[in-house]
């Protein structure tokens, strides 16, 4: 490797300039890549299939882009430094052999971290879920978490649940994510309506109660759909059971059956 760098570097004798040359070209290769690595992240987030705030966009390709480029400067100053050694005439193979071997220990012991690291670079390349998505997430375990998405690293997501509890997830242990604030939730409310008590009487009133909670601003907010009959489930001498469905947005679902239902119980429907 002496022999390689000295016939590289022949154009001069000073070790001093040499070694400056090499550390020259080190920073103007690192400037060129982050330049290239830049426009490449650019390509797929701009195609994205689902584009929401601009704000997100550039947070993702800034984590990509920061990402890649750490990791090429990490190589690209390990091989000057080396290169630099062998110019000064001090010896590089030992150091090669103890990088080697300390580079296998420490990947070994870091099988977790890479894991989620690896996972969470996918997770924002891919734009599965955003800051502010509402999602639905499963650990390799089985166990469940739900929430709003609170920030997302190629380590960690950070999640919000209904009941105000942060929760820290590695991307590495995320077997199964689902988004819900890419398409609206559809909510599906069983009544059981008095054995008197018509199904066309029920849908007149249904049709009054949506008209009220759609032009009422403190509930239209959690109705993106109008609440309509979907379907009777169920006729007998105890009742009528129907289906009703709409849908609302994922993080206000709860909330959206909880108006629903109340303006229901205040109505004329007759219920069992």
């Known amino acids: 490797m002496d022999n390689t760098i000295s016939t590289f570097l022949g154009f001069s004798s000073n070790r001093f300039l040499a070694s400056i040359f090499v550390i020259i070209v080190a920073v103007a290769l690192r400037y060129v890549i982050k330049i290239v690595l830049k426009n490449i992240f650019k390509l797929p987030l701009n195609a994205d299939l689902f584009p929401k705030r601009k704000k997100d966009h550039e947070r993702r390709i800034k984590t990509l882009s920061s990402v890649a480029l750490a990791v090429s400067s990490l ?9 630099v050694m062998g110019i000064c005439n001090v010896p590089v193979a030992p150091l090669l052999t103890s990088a080697g071997l300390i580079g296998a220990a420490v990947a070994f012991s870091l099988q977790s971290l890479i894991k989620d690291f690896v996972s969470g670079l996918f997770i924002i390349a891919e734009n599965q879920y955003r800051v502010d998505d509402y999602v ?11 929430g709003v998405v609170q920030a997302v690293t190629v380590r960690t997501t950070v999640i919000k649940d209904d009941s105000g509890a942060i929760h820290h997830i590695p991307n590495g242990s995320i077997a199964i994510s689902t988004n819900h604030s ?8 069983q009544l059981i309506l008095e054995p008197s008590y018509s199904i066309e009487k029920f849908e007149i009133a249904l049709h009054e109660i949506s008209e009220k909670l759609l032009t009422n601003e403190a509930t239209l907010r959690f109705f993106k759909t109008e609440p309509k009959l979907y379907d009777v489930l169920e006729v007998t001498g105890e009742g009528t059971k129907v289906d009703i469905t709409f849908e609302t947005n994922a993080s206000k679902r709860v909330k959206a059956s909880t108006v629903f239902l109340k303006a229901v119980k205040t109505s004329p429907i007759k219920l069992v």
Do not use: L, P, Q, Y
């Open 75 to 83: 190589v690209i100053w390990f091989f000057a430094i080396i290169i």
């Open 182 to 189: 890419m398409s609206n939730d559809i909510i599906h409310e």
């Open 136 to 146: 639905e997430m499963i650990n390799n375990a089985g166990s469940r978490k739900e």
